[in-house]
């Protein structure tokens, strides 16, 4: 259905190619999952197969691209339209209508299909996501998570013959996950719908794969298989595998399913031992608090009654499903919502009612969309600007970045960077302030495992130096890694709060997969395991 004929692409003024030496075939009615580091060139790849690479982004493609016997370079992304659906990494940049509903439709009036056929695909999809109750809300209200799903659903209800999707599990928390990718599989196997897709969450979708499609590093040739050969050779890896390489199991395992009939002789090796799970010391005096704290958003109670407090030191996962009032909260305590009820204060400060000059030495948000703080025209510019509105000394912000980013020049235009390493240039340019209270929104989008053990390290730098830390997180495996307490949130409300273990190991929805397959142990994660083991 795909063919990719020993393609190479080079955007313009890079020294390099993205990718090259790319030759191998994604067979009809199949799913097959590109994996890799952060900035291999996975997204290059998967806009190649739609004709955005080079008709929409520029630069050379050499070799050839077919879909369904159609050349990309002669057919532009149009002429591509009835056969091909993506969805990129930026839902927002997708979206054409403002209601759920609309958007569900446009394609379909795109592709002049009869009225009577858009109806009933359009209510087919809404069940199939769980989108049927926000069908007549304004895209603009939807939580990122909820976002993402309107835009797999858009592309779901034209019926393609391909569908190509770049990160379509990062917003979404575990449940929806599972859900979307249970349709994904519905239509692999019912309706024999080609599904390519790129996902850094590993843990959540190898198992489905019918092959995998490995970018070990930028500009080498892909590595293809199935799924246990190539994570047996794979730099990623999720932590099911990375438990069976420390343990040396033999297949390696793809599921908790598989591992669990493996991890007798690990349990018996483990019992008598306590899991080093990482508490805080003392509670101090709260760095920020919030008593009672109700917002209301276009009618809906984004949130109810909250009450949170976050100690210096301290690090706090926010979890709970799409929509529950994570960012919301983060809102709050950032100064962007005024609230309807109750009370936040950051330092002794009121966040909605300080000016910005004075707030952002007392907190730093990055949100969901990094691009939202990026301005500049170079990475360079961006650290220079960073160091200027902080007041810190020249250097401050490119030290940090060359700590997340090794390899980024100063000269790169953030809209060239990957969605993971524009993430961590954006956490890069709040830490340049350090603000005491630090606040972050899926911090782990598009950020490879490399990334994400980069970024723990940093984190939990700053909270051994007295930065009170909140995230918002779908990443169960984050959490379990770096967070001292989980505050689970629903429909607005608190539901739970707790130190870490207490609350993953008791959520059948919320544990990491090292729990899962060790329970009734309380193990959290690989590097516990070795760290016991040694």
Same mark, same amino acid.
């Given at each position: 259905?795909?063919?990719?004929?020993?393609?190479?692409?080079?955007?313009?003024?890079?020294?390099?190619?993205?990718?090259?030496?790319?030759?191998?075939?994604?067979?009809?009615?199949?799913?097959?999952?590109?994996?890799?580091?952060?900035?291999?060139?996975?997204?290059?790849?998967?806009?190649?197969?739609?004709?955005?690479?080079?008709?929409?982004?520029?630069?050379?493609?050499?070799?050839?691209?077919?879909?369904?016997?159609?050349?990309?370079?002669?057919?532009?992304?149009?002429?591509?339209?009835?056969?091909?659906?993506?969805?990129?990494?930026?839902?927002?940049?997708?979206?054409?209508?403002?209601?759920?509903?609309?958007?569900?439709?446009?394609?379909?009036?795109?592709?002049?299909?009869?009225?009577?056929?858009?109806?009933?695909?359009?209510?087919?999809?809404?069940?199939?996501?769980?989108?049927?109750?926000?069908?007549?809300?304004?895209?603009?209200?939807?939580?990122?998570?909820?976002?993402?799903?309107?835009?797999?659903?858009?592309?779901?209800?034209?019926?393609?013959?391909?569908?190509?999707?770049?990160?379509?599990?990062?917003?979404?928390?575990?449940?929806?996950?599972?859900?979307?990718?249970?349709?994904?599989?519905?239509?692999?196997?019912?309706?024999?719908?080609?599904?390519?897709?790129?996902?850094?969450?590993?843990?959540?979708?190898?198992?489905?794969?019918?092959?995998?499609?490995?970018?070990?590093?930028?500009?080498?040739?892909?590595?293809?298989?199935?799924?246990?050969?190539?994570?047996?050779?794979?730099?990623?890896?999720?932590?099911?595998?990375?438990?069976?390489?420390?343990?040396?199991?033999?297949?390696?395992?793809?599921?908790?399913?598989?591992?669990?009939?493996?991890?007798?002789?690990?349990?018996?090796?483990?019992?008598?031992?306590?899991?080093?799970?990482?508490?805080?010391?003392?509670?101090?005096?709260?760095?920020?608090?919030?008593?009672?704290?109700?917002?209301?958003?276009?009618?809906?109670?984004?949130?109810?009654?909250?009450?949170?407090?976050?100690?210096?030191?301290?690090?706090?996962?926010?979890?709970?499903?799409?929509?529950?009032?994570?960012?919301?909260?983060?809102?709050?305590?950032?100064?962007?919502?005024?609230?309807?009820?109750?009370?936040?204060?950051?330092?002794?400060? #009121?966040?909605?009612? %300080?000016? *910005? $000059? !004075? =707030?952002?030495?007392?907190?730093? +948000?990055?949100?969901?969309?990094?691009?939202? @703080?990026?301005?500049?025209?170079?990475?360079?510019?961006?650290?220079?600007?960073?160091?200027?509105?902080?007041?810190?000394?020249?250097?401050?912000?490119?030290?940090?970045?060359?700590?997340?980013?090794?390899? #980024?020049?100063?000269? %790169?235009? *953030? $809209? !060239? =960077?990957?969605?993971?390493?524009? +993430?961590?240039?954006?956490?890069?340019?709040? @830490?340049?302030?350090?603000?005491?209270?630090?606040?972050?929104?899926?911090?782990?989008?598009?950020?490879?495992?490399?990334?994400?053990?980069?970024?723990?390290?940093?984190?939990?730098?700053?909270?051994?130096?007295?930065?009170?830390?909140?995230?918002?997180?779908?990443?169960?495996?984050?959490?379990?890694?770096?967070?001292?307490?989980?505050?689970? @949130?629903?429909?607005?409300?608190?539901?739970?709060?707790?130190?870490?273990?207490?609350?993953?190991?008791?959520?059948?929805?919320?544990?990491?997969?090292?729990?899962?397959?060790?329970?009734?142990?309380?193990?959290?994660?690989?590097?516990?395991?070795?760290?016991?083991?040694?």
């Amino acid at each position: 259905m795909i063919r990719f004929e020993d393609v190479s692409v080079t955007y313009e003024g890079a020294a390099r190619p993205a990718v090259q030496g790319v030759d191998f075939e994604v067979p009809e009615g199949e799913l097959v999952l590109l994996v890799g580091p952060s900035g291999t060139g996975k997204s290059t790849i998967l806009n190649s197969v739609s004709g955005l690479v080079p008709h929409f982004t520029g630069g050379t493609l050499r070799g050839r691209v077919t879909v369904a016997g159609r050349d990309t370079r002669t057919h532009k992304p149009r002429e591509l339209a009835d056969v091909v659906g993506t969805v990129g990494q930026d839902p927002l940049a997708h979206f054409v209508t403002d209601t759920v509903e609309d958007e569900l439709a446009y394609g379909m009036e795109s592709l002049g299909i009869a009225p009577a056929v858009m109806r009933r695909r359009v209510e087919e999809v809404l069940d199939l996501l769980g989108l049927a109750e926000l069908r007549d809300r304004a895209i603009a209200t939807l939580s990122g998570g909820q976002r993402q799903r309107v835009a797999i659903g858009s592309v779901l209800t034209p019926h393609p013959a391909v569908l190509v999707l770049d990160e379509p599990t990062s917003a979404l928390d575990p449940a929806a996950a599972e859900e979307v990718l249970a349709v994904l599989q519905r239509l692999v196997h019912d309706l024999g719908t080609t599904v390519f897709l790129a996902e850094h969450r590993l843990e959540r979708v190898v198992q489905y794969a019918d092959r995998v499609v490995l970018l070990p590093k930028a500009g080498a040739a892909p590595v293809v298989g199935t799924p246990a050969e190539v994570m047996a050779v794979s730099p990623v890896c999720p932590p099911v595998v990375e438990l069976g390489r420390l343990a040396g199991w033999s297949p390696l395992p793809m599921t908790v399913r598989d591992a669990r009939r493996q991890a007798g002789g690990l349990r018996e090796r483990l019992a008598g031992r306590t899991p080093p799970h990482h508490r805080t010391a003392a509670p101090a005096a709260p760095l920020a608090e919030v008593r009672s704290l109700a917002v209301r958003r276009e009618r809906v109670d984004a949130l109810r009654y909250v009450d949170l407090a976050v100690a210096p030191g301290e690090t706090v996962a926010l979890m709970g499903r799409n929509g529950a009032g994570k960012s919301t909260l983060l809102s709050a305590l950032v100064g962007l919502v005024a609230p309807s009820g109750g009370t936040v204060r950051v330092g002794g400060a #009121v966040p909605h009612r %300080t000016a *910005p $000059r !004075d =707030l952002v030495r007392l907190v730093g +948000l990055v949100p969901q969309e990094p691009r939202d @703080l990026l301005y500049a025209d170079t990475v360079g510019a961006e650290c220079a600007a960073a160091d200027r509105d902080a007041g810190a000394v020249p250097g401050t912000c490119r030290g940090l970045v060359s700590g997340l980013l090794p390899g #980024v020049g100063d000269d %790169t235009h *953030p $809209r !060239d =960077l990957s969605e993971g390493q524009r +993430l961590a240039l954006a956490l890069a340019v709040v @830490l340049t302030a350090r603000p005491p209270l630090l606040l972050l929104d899926e911090p782990t989008r598009g950020l490879d495992y490399a990334a994400k053990a980069r970024l723990v390290g940093a984190l939990r730098g700053l909270a051994a130096d007295g930065h009170a830390i909140v995230l918002a997180t779908h990443d169960v495996e984050l959490a379990a890694e770096l967070a001292h307490r989980v505050v689970l @949130l629903a429909e607005g409300e608190v539901i739970a709060d707790g130190p870490t273990d207490d609350i993953v190991v008791s959520s059948p929805s919320f544990a990491p997969q090292v729990t899962k397959i060790l329970a009734p142990q309380r193990w959290l994660t690989v590097p516990q395991i070795r760290e016991a083991l040694a």
